[in-house]
């Protein structure tokens, strides 16, 4: 089985997880570490930046299916070549820190473009901005279906107001993502990743909200010893396989 079919295999049993170095995360020692972390915990792919010294090295670090993410379809094309399973428009959730956004009809030409340049063998994956109202969420989603995408993902937003302390933090932070991905998973078939605020606390409610997947980034990227990476990686992968399980015994 392929890199890329194992990850497909989860998404169908519902317990893919994704470890998320950093669309903006060029230091390649932490990237080496978020890496090593995800491959060793048993998650199902790691996703990383489009710089393509950083993408050379961690295709042969990992046998992980190693995901690529941009906004520039040029450097997710060139990703393909150096060894990229799969390629992710987005995440925009890192880049609405820096000022930028991205309307509907923005992320759709550039998913055209890039499904353009790809062709239609390699995996593609499309961040929904969390920004847009719902209904242009609904509304994208659909026309990236038509388009052929693999898998949506879903975000919450970029806040700088202090969180509230403990759980509550944790489920306010995940709060906008988990409920796009309700309302997404009810108006189109393609298999939806839950992304921005999941970790430990808030995974299984992504699952429970109709997530395929989870993608999982600061919880695990932001730690600071790889012990601590490894196992937050593990606890994630545990939940995954628990919902895939449970998900089995209730059909």
Known sequence: MSRIESFKRALEEKRAVKIIAGIDNFDTEKVKKVVIAASNSGANAVDICANPDIVAEMRHLTDLPLFVSSVKPQELAHAVILGADAVELGNFDALYKKGQSFTADEVFELAKETKKLIGDDIFFCVTIPGELEIGEQIELARKLEELGIDLIQTEGHFSNEAPSNGVRGLIERAELTISNTIEL???????????????????????????????????????????????????????????????????
């Open 185 to 251: 998973s009810r108006n189109i078939e393609t298999p939806i990743m839950t992304a921005t605020g999941i970790n430990p606390t808030t995974a299984a409610l992504a699952f429970a909200a109709g997530a395929s997947a989870i993608g999982c980034g600061s919880c695990v990227n932001k730690l600071d010893s790889e012990i601590s990476m490894l196992a937050v990686s593990k606890s994630l992968v545990e939940i995954a396989e628990r919902n895939a399980q449970y998900t089995v015994e209730l059909v």
